[in-house]
């Protein structure tokens, strides 16, 4: 897809300015203490990776800024408004919008169907139309039950759902798992069309080759810590620090 099929209905926010701040957050599950002190700022229209191992924190980190753990300290700032304690339906009505790693699509219901549950929580949530455009084979399977959808077509429908509520902040959790290369390659098209649509993106991913490209800055966690940043330009030199940090 060339880039001007970017779908016109989708929000175009201004690059720039701070959309996400967390300050010393350390988050819990149960007695385990998974996140000692982030801190960390996404700006509006960045597209930011947290890098690292399993069990590192980052899934973790994409859930405290939900409201999604057990218990969690510090405080967590979106668009200007401080969220930390507010509760995840109502953080998720501001305009920030998850894709985890498991999906949630539901499985008995048609590809269009699920695309039509989720409520607009601000302006310039894509019509069926963008995305039938942005996910051609969304389209072809829109009488589909989510039974018979491959992986990467399920995951093309758990990413279109956030974009139809017009979320300002997409949180992808290891949206390239177990997919297959040539679907792999169609999500990393459509990340890159979003950002220049001015979305705001955290990605969780294993995959850094896929990674690389997209980012504007990678940040790595190790053990609930954040242990590296390493900007675009930073990076042909910290690639090989970052194969070593990350096992790769």
């Known amino acids: 897809m060339s880039a001007t099929a970017i779908p016109s209905g989708a929000s175009a926010f201004k690059p720039g300015g701070e959309l996400l701040r967390i300050t010393d957050l350390h988050a819990f599950y ?38 999604l753990v057990g218990r969690r300290t510090g405080k967590i700032m979106f668009n200007g408004t401080d969220i930390t304690a507010m509760a995840p339906h109502r953080i998720a009505r501001l305009g920030i919008g998850f894709c985890p790693e498991e999906r949630g699509i539901f499985s008995g219901l048609t590809t269009e169907e699920n695309l039509m549950l989720p409520p607009q929580v601000a302006s310039g949530g894509m019509t069926l139309d963008e995305i039938y455009t942005l996910f051609p084979n969304l389209h072809e399977r829109r009488h589909s039950p989510g039974t018979r959808l491959s992986g990467g077509e399920q995951q093309m429908l758990a990413m ?59 940040i790595v966690l190790e053990h609930g810590s954040i242990v590296a940043t390493v900007t675009k330009e930073a990076l042909p030199s910290q690639t090989e620090m970052l194969h070593q940090m990350l096992g790769v």
């Open 160 to 218: 279109a759902r956030i974009l139809r509520t017009g979320a300002k902040l997409l949180l992808l959790d290891e949206i390239t798992e177990g997919l297959a290369p040539v679907i792999v390659k169609k999500l990393g098209e459509v990340l890159r069309l979003l950002k220049t649509r001015g979305y705001t993106i955290l990605l969780i991913e294993q995959n850094f080759r896929f990674a690389a490209p997209l980012a504007d800055r990678h």
């Open 30 to 67: 149960g007695e385990s203490h998974i996140l000692h002190g982030i801190d960390l700022t996404v700006n509006k229209g960045e597209l930011v990776t947290l890098l690292g191992r399993n069990g590192a924190g980052r899934s973790t980190t994409m859930k405290s800024i939900l409201g």
